[in-house]
């Protein structure tokens, strides 16, 4: 188990930009897949992103390619999500999670979450 915590969310106008920061308290940052995921008010959490431990590839759904960014910095034990042209269906708390399996990216099924950080998007 990691320990994450999640920062950055906040109260954003439409087509506004913002970006969270997740830092692991681990020592083995690297071997982690890390990822975000999203729950909004009445709905099942969903898959946002997620990257490898290389930084290479990083995979998003489909509602968020092309606005949303997901990157590391692994001398900070940090993942970051950047998050432009912001839209009110994006309103969620958003996780971090890290798993060390590579499968993740497929089943999603990561093992270490973070409490979340509330992302508002309204004008």
């Known amino acids: 188990q990691v320990q994450l915590v999640e920062s950055g969310g906040s109260l954003v106008q439409p087509g506004g930009s913002l970006r969270l920061s997740c830092i692991a308290s681990?020592?083995?940052?690297?071997?982690?897949?890390m990822g975000w995921f999203r729950q909004a008010p009445g709905k099942k959490r969903e898959f946002v992103a997620a990257i490898s431990w290389e930084g290479y590839s990083p995979y998003y759904a489909d509602a968020v390619k092309g606005r949303f960014t997901i990157s590391r910095d692994n001398s900070k034990n940090t993942v970051y999500l950047q998050m432009n042209s912001l839209k009110p269906e994006d309103t969620a708390v958003y996780y971090c999670?890290?798993?060390?399996?590579?499968?993740?990216?497929?089943?999603?099924?990561?093992?270490?979450w973070g409490q979340g950080t509330q992302v508002t998007v309204s004008s």
């Open positions: 681990t020592r083995t940052f690297t071997n982690y897949v």
């Open positions: 999670a890290a798993d060390p399996d590579p499968g993740v990216v497929v089943t999603g099924d990561f093992g270490s």
